[in-house]
């Protein structure tokens, strides 16, 4: 029998220790619960090290979220000291690492509340379904091993609001890139070193331009992207898909 092996990742212990329970009694799944975001990650990676990684990774959406309604997801402060150095890691976060280091493994995220925002950043991240937490064994059962068949699993009343969420961002995407398109090859330079944080005084010795030519580059990047921050146009960058500039690269030649 092809056992299906399952990681619970709750932050809190009784419904992770009895959702793993109830999962466990099934004859073809093996089950593990963890506690938090880094809990998970020495998890998947010591099964990744001895060749038994897990199938599916069951997630809290509101892992580590300790703030009120409407403020997003923020991780908090991992009280087992041995975690200290692992970092803080949220419900979505974890998803997106999850399926960038290990992209066998399928995300489910386990909702108190329907939400269609976090339900779409949850499938941007690399989630495979968005489940509510008090459904049935039954219903999660075939939702894990739908998505072990490459299936998307969401609630029919969420399926219109997140794909209307998905549109949206695609559109403000595509708008995105139509704006950084229209910049020149030394203003995309320019932005890039936005993007790594780097001030004035940084890109002008980086690419070899007086404070003042940079000054002038950065007015027309924030111009022709139609921001008045470099928040804004770095947030605008990253949404173009624009990346940071490689601060290791030692390679800029001055350009007239």
Not at 23 to 29: F, G, I, K, R, T
Not at 52 to 63: N, Q, S, T
Request: glycine share 10%.
């Amino acid at each position: 029998m092809v056992r299906i092996r399952v990681l619970v990742v709750d932050d809190h212990r009784i419904f992770a220790e009895s959702l793993a329970a109830a999962l466990a009694a099934e004859p073809d799944v093996d089950v593990t619960a963890a506690g938090s975001g880094p809990a998970a990650l020495r998890c998947l990676e010591r099964a990744a090290t001895e060749g038994r990684g897990y199938d599916v990774l069951l997630v809290d959406a509101d892992l580590g979220n300790v703030a009120g309604p409407g403020y997003g997801p923020v991780a908090r402060a991992v009280p087992d000291s041995g975690e200290a150095g692992l970092g803080l890691v949220d419900g979505i976060s974890l998803v997106a690492g999850v399926r960038s280091g290990q992209p066998s493994v399928r995300c489910v995220v386990l909702a108190e509340k329907d939400d269609p925002s976090r339900a779409a950043l949850a499938l941007q991240a690399g989630a495979s379904g968005w489940v509510a937490k008090d459904c049935s064994l039954q219903r999660l059962l075939a939702v894990i091993r739908g998505v072990l068949r490459d299936e998307t699993h969401l609630p029919p009343a969420l399926l219109t609001n997140v794909l209307r969420e998905l549109t949206a961002e695609r559109k403000h995407r595509t708008d995105s890139e139509r704006l950084v398109d229209s910049l020149t090859p030394r203003e995309l330079e320019v932005l890039r070193c936005m993007v790594a944080g780097l001030g004035r005084k940084a890109v002008a010795e980086r690419l070899f331009l007086s404070p003042h030519t940079v000054r002038t580059h950065m007015q027309n990047v924030l111009g022709k992207l139609g921001v008045h921050s470099t928040l804004a146009a770095v947030a605008l960058a990253r949404r173009a898909g624009v990346g940071p500039a490689d601060l290791g690269d030692t390679d800029t030649v001055r350009v007239g």
